[in-house]
């Protein structure tokens, strides 16, 4: 246990994981707990959130869980008010909730599209809407929100609707930051790369090797500068430092968290 968050309540969006392992939510509502936050941990999947209360009480750390639905205004109005009900303030946002279609402008539905961009975007808008009134009241506050290194590269694999909103968090985290950068509120996105997540098992695994995991592991490693993917760890220790008074200095940025992939030549 550390003290890096000390008596800082922390609201983490996409905190339980969608398969087994460990999502970047997960590992970062864990490791949070363990830097001394109070964690209010929301997912779609109530029992997600509740795995991941487990561990983090199971360690000793303080957390409650909540289900909600991040995309529905009147969700996450309820989050940040329980949140505030439950801990008295919100110190750090963490907006981690996402979700990745495969698919170009023809092949994706207009359906599809706006469940992303609801999914991906809205979201962020909307928890950062609702909590950012507490941060000003408080004069102070971190957002950290995951964005992905699709939103400035190309890595070869067709999902304009995941790479559109993930363009997007980054305009929308940068034009936070500069609004909010005289009371003391921060905003900073995390641009992870190829990453081995239980998502990206989910969503990416029929399209590289037809089901075969393994292969899709082996493909997607070998993509990597280091030879092999990141983790959901890689992560949560970026988002631990981003959140931390070590990035006091530090707003509006984007932190690429890619094994050096974006420095290679297309």
């Not at 609201?11 to 590992?27: E, F, L, M, Q």
């Amino acid at each position: 246990m550390g003290d890096r968050l000390k008596d800082r309540v922390a609201i983490v969006t996409g905190a339980g994981s969608i398969g087994p392992g460990w999502g970047n939510g997960k590992a970062t509502s864990v490791l949070f707990a363990r830097e001394g936050a109070k964690v209010f941990a929301v997912d779609i999947n109530l029992a997600a959130a509740e795995e991941t209360r487990e561990i983090i009480e199971g360690e000793r750390g303080e957390c409650t869980a909540h289900g909600a639905d991040v995309s529905r205004a009147e969700e996450v109005e309820g989050l940040v008010a329980r949140c505030v009900e439950v801990y008295g303030r919100v110190d750090v946002l963490h907006n981690n909730v996402g979700i990745l279609e495969v698919g170009g402008c023809v092949e994706t539905s207009e359906e599809r599209w706006d469940r992303v961009n609801d999914v991906n975007l809205k979201s962020m808008f909307l928890t950062c809407k609702y909590v950012l009134p507490h941060m000003e009241k408080q004069g102070s506050g971190a957002i950290v929100n995951i964005s992905s290194i699709v939103s400035i590269r190309w890595l070869g694999v067709p999902y304009v609707s995941y790479s559109a909103t993930k363009g997007a968090v980054n305009q929308l985290t940068q034009t936070i930051a500069l609004q909010y950068a005289k009371k003391n509120i921060r905003a900073n996105a995390i641009l992870p790369g190829l990453m081995n997540t239980p998502m990206v098992v989910k969503s990416l695994t029929d399209f590289y090797a037809d089901g075969d995991v393994e292969k899709m592991i082996e493909i997607r490693n070998n993509q990597c500068p280091t030879g092999k993917m990141g983790d959901a760890w890689d992560v949560a220790y970026a988002a631990l430092f981003l959140a931390s008074d070590e990035a006091k200095y530090i707003t509006g940025t984007q932190l690429v968290v890619d094994g050096g992939i974006t420095c290679q030549a297309v």
